[in-house]
Structure formats: structure tokens, C-alpha cells
């Protein structure tokens, strides 16, 4: 299982996958927002998101749990 964490303090503008989805590599799964910019959240190999552990709106910390790859 792969875990996807923050890399910066950001909202989470749009969340634009769902579990149970299957995923190439390079694909995207949220949308972050900081400082006016996007941020693609995007995943480094192929698999199946077992969850997405945040909502549209939250505010994200550096280091938290954004989702699990499988």
C-alpha cells in the first residue's frame, strides 16, 4: 500500500477521484490550493485507491494522509 501525504500547507480545492477506482501512474486524484496557485496531487504508479481521506474544503497540514494507494 502506498500513501499519499501533503507536501505543503494547502486547502483542498477538488477531489477528483473515488475509492475503489482504478488508477494509471501520473494520475490525478485532488486538487490543492495555496497561495491562488493549483497543486495536481497525482499518483507515482498505477493501482487502486483504497481511500481518500479528505474532503473538499478541509485544510491539509504537511505530512497528513491524503489517500492509500493499493
Given amino acids: 500500500m502506498a500513501e499519499i501525504r501533503a507536501e ?3 486547502n483542498v ?4 477521484a473515488a475509492p475503489g477506482e482504478r488508477v494509471d501512474a501520473d494520475a ?3 486538487i490543492l490550493e495555496s497561495m491562488k ?3 495536481p496531487v ?5 493501482g487502486s485507491i483504497v481511500s481518500i481521506d479528505v474532503a473538499e474544503g478541509d485544510v491539509v497540514q504537511e505530512g497528513d494522509l491524503l489517500a492509500v494507494l493499493e
Fill in 42 to 46: 497525482r499518483t507515482e504508479e498505477p
Fill in 37 to 39: 496557485m493549483e497543486i
Fill in 8 to 10: 505543503m500547507v494547502a
Fill in 13 to 16: 480545492f477538488q477531489v477528483t
Fill in 28 to 30: 490525478t486524484l485532488l
